[in-house]
Structure formats: structure tokens, C-alpha cells
């Protein structure tokens, strides 16, 4: 289980991070998201001990973060960290052996995941000589390689088509089953829905919301209804409560402020004609995100 | 942590050596040296104008001209000039004026005339310009021709002209018993400094070079962060250092090889043991040579701490190089960084040269004893007898002192350069880290 507790990061005088706290479960997905600059990568950076906090405390199961702990973290940083002048065995060999793992366990596991990954005739290619999403394969591939009991997986889906990004999450849900803990962060929601289970919104290095998905999702107010058939707009836009509507080709969505004005909208909504759906869904996590950072930089 | 920091010392080293480059550069080291050492036979070999003959054809009406054809080989030699000449004794140059235009060899006519008020004069005539070395040995033979004249119109017998010709006898003594008497040892001192700071100004540059290049592509692949968050800085710091002086270590013991294997070249190229202008070529030769000049003893006797300021001085510049590569963004902004470092080096190498010209200068000495200049002016110093063992050992001391200093403050740059990938505010920020332990 990884710890994070009261965590604040100075840089000279510029707050980073501040007043941090969460905590990952083994075998749980976690999401930490943010806008550029919001204190991720900081947050990351000391969670691999390469920054010391400022004040509060890291701990993964219950040690504090050293070389010994850090042999059992995966790290996939957002800009590739490769060697691009090594070849993809030379790579695994380098980053592998820094994790305290022998040669041999070390190309064994990486004919594994090249042959999972379909890349096993990569094996003795130059990085520097790989596509930009073979390059981020191997780098996925060298932070699993030791079979992390931390995952950390920043923006691992750049550069990878909807096949590669499918592969990716069965790995990562994979490492999940087997009881790593995994920190997620993404600037695409949609990725963030689909996997983690608890996350932390960052803003300028505070957290402005945190807990589960589930909750989160329940506890924001605002509902979309989605409705297909011939109603009117305009008469939906009039109805109290709804705060936007927007007319897609195959559906318009009603964005409301709370679940007391579905009864509203459903009025309106029996008016029509052709009416084939009427789903009251809860808000995205992309909306939640817009919202709670928008909120953020007004105050 | 050990294992990691050897995995990443023979990492590193291999990433130098079993390249290769490495193999290429090195044959071309190995025939360039071999080139260099043998330059006057290439050049002889292919030929040139300096093969040829210059035919002089000389009119004498006073009666010096044996003794002009005898001093222009002496002076020719003397001069070092390859050319040679073939002189005949002519009764008039005129016949010959006509035809120089036709004259498939350079051909030059000397007049030499009496001349009244300075006993006797000499007209040079040719169709071309004749070229500065020649017109020099000429015009030295033809001078010591009019010295000679002078001397015997003056009324002295042959005993007296033979006496005042001849050179002075001059002996030298040594009252020092300790001090070496021989005469060849400041030229080999100075020979053997040269043969030690060359090849150590070439490493140093290879060294800087290579650390800021290993640093900054670590760095600009942001693999910097993989790698720090397993290994301490510290280790990561010392790998680098370490793997790049093992490596021009081991380029420096190549080299010497090299020189070794080229100056065995030349032995077989050249049949004389010494050409004219005074190189030994066999190996044999010099190593009798620095034997009897003193030179092996001092060498001998300052060997620990040669080798201890060396590698001192090695790992200083590494670690400098290290703290300026860790604290740049880009290669090119290392580069710039370096180039004061280079000028220190250069600094030190013109020193090393004019310590043998100013003997005993104070600042030269001064210097000597200041870290990243004193590999190479204290061995330079020390063979000339301007430096005193005791004086070597103080300079190899104060080097390993400010080396340490230097790593242990520097570590603490380092530590915050390698995360460091903006240039804002740079060197506020790297001093501030002096701060940090």
C-alpha cells in the first residue's frame, strides 16, 4: 500500500504540491489528475524518491521511500526515457539490472512481453529506430519488466492506436489482479473512467476533489439526460434547472443541475414525437474535471 | 548499491570501448602516429625540387675558392638544408650568362671580386630567383672566404690564423654534487615533459568531452529519472567518473603504445641513428639518453606522486565536467560551458612550454602548485630541477584536497542539475544547492 501523507513540496519559494494526501491499496487503480503544472509529475517524482518532500511523508508498505523500496516501483514517465542509442535487450538489460534483477530473468521476461506485445523482432533493433508507439511499448515494457509492486504510469497511452491502448489496459489490469497498486494519470477521462477506481483532481499542487469514481460521480449534482427523438429545443432549453442542451446528429443531451429536474425534462420530453431513449446518466469524469478545476481558478 | 554502481561503471566503459568507433579510431591513431614518426621519409620518398642539384659555377679572382666550395657543404649542413649543390671553378661567368635561360638545372653564377675597402665582393647571378636558403649559405661561405682573406693579409703565421680560427675551448663545471652534470638533460627534461603533457591535453579534452555527452544524453532522454530513482546520485556521479577516466586510462597506455610501436617504425625506416636535426630515433637511443641525463631517476623517484597528482588532476576535471554537464539542458550549452575549462588547460600547456625558457620563473612556479594546472607544470618543473620532491608532493597534495572538495560540493550541484531541464534561473538555483547536504 502505498501512503501519501500531508505531502508539501516547496521549489524555492514556489509551492508544488501542498498539503497532499491519499493513499493506493495493493491490487487498486488510482487516478492522479491535474492540468499541466498542477504538481503530477512533482507528486510522481517524490513518490519515486527523487525529490525529498518538504514536509509530510511517503511511505509504500510501510517503509519510507530508498533504494531498496524504489527496486519495486515501475515508473512510465510521459516523455520517453529511453536510451535510443541502445538496442531494445540492451535497454531492458540496463534498466533491469538497476532494478536488481539477474541478465537472464531479464531477457526471459522480455521475450515474454515482445512476444505479447507482437515485437519479438525488435529484440536487437536500436530505440532510435522504433515507430514513436513501438518506442512507448518497450518503455511500458521496461518499467513492468521486474513486476512492480507500484506502478506508476504517466500518460501511457501517448502515441498508441485504440488496438495498443486495448493491449496496455489488459497488461495494466492484469498487474492489478495479481495485487499491484497502480497510479494513473491521463489528460484523456475517458481512459480514467474506464480504469481507476479512486483518483485525486490536482489544482495549482492542491487537491480540489478526491475518493472513489463511484462516489464522486454520485455525490456531483449536475446529470446529463440523453434523448433520441423529435422534441423541442427550445422547450427543453426553457424547462428550470437546465443548465445547457446540446442537438448531436443522433441524440440531443440535457445537461441538468440535479436529479430534480429529470421529472421536468420528461414532461417536455412526452410532447414529442418519435422519442425511442430518455437516459439519465451521471456527468462525465471530463465534465467533473472541467468543472472542479474551472471552480478552482475562479477562487 | 555497489553492484549497481560497477553495473554502471562497465555500462558506461562499454559504451566507449566496445563500439566500433573505438577500434576504428584507434588503427587511425595507430598510422597517424606511425605517419608522424616517419614524416621526413614520406616527404623524402615522394621527391621534390630538393632532390635536384643547384649547379654553381664560380669565377674566384681571390684566390678562395677551395675554401669557399669547403665551407658551403659545411654551412649547408649546418643549416639543416637538404639541397645540394655541385660547384666547378670556372675562368669567366660571362660564358655562361648567355645560357642560363637553356640550363635544364637550377644553375647559379658567383663572381667573387676583391673589392678595395673590404677586401673582396661577390656577384650572384641567375635566371630565377634564388631562394632564401641557398642565398644564405652562399653568402655565409663567401664571408667566411673574406674573414679568411683578412686574416692572412694581416701578417699572422699559420699558427697564429689556425689559433684564432679555431673555436674556444669551453668546460663546464658543476660544484653541486648532487645536480646531474649532464649536459643532454635539460633538453631531455624538456622532451620528456612534452611527451607526458601532450598526450595528457588530448585526454583531458576526450574526458570533458565524453562525461558531458554521456550526462547530457541521460539527461535530454529524461532516462536521467529512471536511472536516479535506482541509484544514488552519488553512484550515478562516481560512474561516470570513474568509467571515463578508466577510459582515457586506458587510450592513454594505447597511445604510449602507439608512440612506441612508431618510433620502432622509424628505426626501421631510417638506417642513421640520429638525422640531422638532432631527433633520436631509436628507441634504445632515448631510453639511454633520459638514463644518462638523470631524467629516469627523478622520474623514478617522483613516480608515486606523478601518478597520484595525474590521477587526481584526471578526476578533477571529470567532476567539474560532470557538475557543468549535470546543470545544462542541451550538448551546445555544454560545449559553451566547457570552453573556459579548455582555456585553463590551454593556459597550463603554454606554461608548461615557457618553463623551459624562463628558468626558475616565480609565477610559472606559482602556478604549479594550483589544481587543474599542476599535472602539467609540476612534472615539467620537477624534471628541470625547478621543483623539489618535497615541492611535487605538496603539489600532488593540494590537488587531491581540492579534488575532494570539489566532488563533495560538487555532488550537491549535481543532485539538483541532473533533475534540472530548465535554464531559469541556473545558477541561482545551483547555488542555492551548495546549500543542500
Known sequence: MLSVSHVTKYYDTVKAVDDLSFEVQDGEIFGLLGVNGAGKTTTFRMIIGLLEPTKGKILLNGKPIDYQVTDTIGFLTEERSLLTKLTVLEQAIYYGTLKGMKKEKIEERLDYWLDRFGMSEYKNRKIKELSKGNQQKIQFITAILHEPKLLILDEPFTGLDPINVELFMEVIREFKEKGSSIIFSSHRMEHVELFCEKLVILVKGECVLEGSLKEIKKDYRKKNIHIIGDVSIDKLKEVPGVLDVQNLANEIVVKIKSDKEIDDVFEVVKKGKNVTEFKVEDATLNEIFLSKVGEAYDK | ?437
Not at chain 2, 635566371?127 to 694581416?154: D, R
Not at chain 2, 549535470?326 to 550549452?333: C, G, K, Q
Open chain 2, 1 to 437: 548499491m555497489t553492484n549497481k554502481l560497477k553495473f554502471l561503471v562497465k555500462q558506461s566503459l562499454d559504451k566507449k570501448i566496445k563500439t566500433k568507433w573505438f577500434k576504428i579510431v584507434n588503427v587511425v591513431l595507430l598510422v597517424l602516429l606511425i605517419f608522424i614518426a616517419n614524416i621526413d621519409t614520406v616527404v623524402n620518398l615522394f621527391g621534390g625540387d630538393f632532390n635536384e642539384e643547384i649547379q654553381l659555377f664560380v669565377e674566384d679572382q681571390v684566390g678562395g675558392y677551395d675554401l669557399f666550395a669547403e665551407n658551403l657543404t659545411n654551412v649547408a649542413s649546418m643549416m639543416q638544408s637538404s639541397q645540394k649543390y655541385a660547384i666547378e671553378k670556372v675562368n669567366d661567368i660571362s660564358e655562361y650568362k648567355e645560357g642560363l635561360k637553356d640550363e635544364k638545372k637550377e644553375t647559379i653564377l658567383i663572381q667573387i671580386l676583391p673589392d678595395e675597402g673590404n677586401y673582396l665582393k661577390a656577384n650572384v647571378i641567375s635566371y630565377h630567383e634564388v631562394g632564401m636558403i641557398s642565398l644564405g649559405v652562399i653568402q655565409s661561405a663567401i664571408n667566411t672566404v673574406k674573414e679568411t682573406v683578412a686574416i692572412s693579409e694581416s701578417g699572422l703565421s699559420e699558427e697564429e690564423i689556425l689559433a684564432l680560427t679555431s673555436p674556444a675551448v669551453v668546460t663546464t663545471e658543476i660544484t653541486n654534487e648532487e645536480e646531474s652534470e649532464s649536459e643532454n638533460k635539460e633538453m631531455v627534461s624538456s622532451v620528456v615533459s612534452l611527451v607526458i603533457i601532450l598526450p595528457c591535453f588530448f585526454l583531458i579534452l576526450m574526458l570533458v568531452q565524453m562525461i558531458g555527452a554521456e550526462i547530457n544524453d541521460e539527461k535530454t532522454t529524461r532516462s536521467m529519472e529512471i536511472i536516479i530513482s535506482n541509484v544514488s546520485p552519488k553512484a550515478h556521479f562516481l560512474s561516470k567518473i570513474i568509467a571515463s577516466t578508466c577510459f582515457v586510462g586506458i587510450q592513454g597506455i594505447l597511445l604510449l603504445l602507439y608512440g612506441g610501436i612508431a618510433l620502432l617504425s622509424r628505426s626501421i625506416f631510417t638506417s642513421s641513428e640520429l638525422i640531422s636535426n638532432g631527433t633520436i630515433t631509436s628507441l634504445a637511443s632515448i631510453m639511454e639518453m633520459v638514463k644518462t641525463s638523470g631524467v629516469l631517476d627523478l622520474l623514478i623517484q617522483g613516480l608515486p606522486f606523478l601518478i597520484l597528482l595525474f590521477l587526481s588532476s584526471f578526476l578533477l576535471y571529470a567532476i567539474v565536467a560532470g557538475v557543468l554537464a549535470s546543470m545544462t539542458t542541451s550538448i551546445e550549452d555544454f560545449q559553451q560551458l566547457q570552453t573556459p575549462m579548455m582555456l585553463i588547460i590551454m593556459i597550463g600547456y603554454y606554461l608548461a612550454l615557457m618553463a623551459v625558457q624562463f628558468d626558475g620563473a616565480v609565477f610559472i612556479k606559482v602556478m604549479a602548485f594550483l589544481p587543474m594546472l599542476s599535472f602539467l607544470l609540476s612534472p615539467v618543473l620537477f624534471f628541470l630541477g625547478q621543483m623539489t620532491l618535497l615541492e611535487l608532493g605538496l603539489s600532488t597534495l593540494v590537488s587531491i584536497f581540492f579534488t575532494w572538495v570539489v566532488f563533495h560540493y560538487g555532488l550537491r550541484i549535481y543532485k539538483v542539475g541532473i533533475l534540472n531541464y530548465s535554464s531559469n534561473k541556473l545558477w541561482r538555483k545551483m547555488f542555492h544547492s551548495l546549500k543542500n547536504k
